[in-house]
């Protein structure tokens, strides 16, 4: 089996291109491209054109906490969302549920806030 002259992988007889560089089969070996042509490597790409920064989406999270209440608030705040739990059983076992009125909106809210702050932080 021939092999690719710019990577070294081995490729089928009558392939016209490489499948892991892409590299016009059969080829040559060629000189090596100058630097200015030759692709940048993904390390130097990213950071170009800047990393993607973990980012947690506060729609997301509002819609987790209107659905789940504070098991929703996992998604944002894993502390909060203990805190919530707790306080919204405890308090809705002395309230009979009604006070699921206030406490999930609070878990809607204080969701939407931590993501906030999650997202400034990785400014
Ligand atoms: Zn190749």
């Not at 042509?37 to 947690?56: D, F, Q, S, Y």
């Not at 906490?65 to 909060?80: K, N, Q, R, V």
């Amino acid at each position: 089996m021939p092999y690719c002259c710019q990577c070294g992988s081995e490729f089928e007889l009558g392939a016209r291109f490489c499948k892991d560089c892409g590299m016009t089969l059969p080829c040559v070996v060629a000189p090596r491209l100058p630097a200015w042509m030759e692709p940048a490597p993904a390390a130097v790409r990213a950071h170009v054109a800047g990393p993607l920064p973990p980012h947690k989406s506060v729609i997301v999270a509002a819609l987790l906490a209107i659905l789940f209440g504070p098991l929703g608030m996992i998604y944002s705040t894993l502390m909060g969302a203990l805190v919530m739990l707790t306080a919204s059983v405890i308090l809705a076992g002395f309230t009979e549920g009604t006070s699921l009125l206030i406490t999930w909106p609070a878990c809607i809210l204080w969701t939407v806030i931590a993501a906030r702050i999650y997202n400034e932080d990785r400014r």
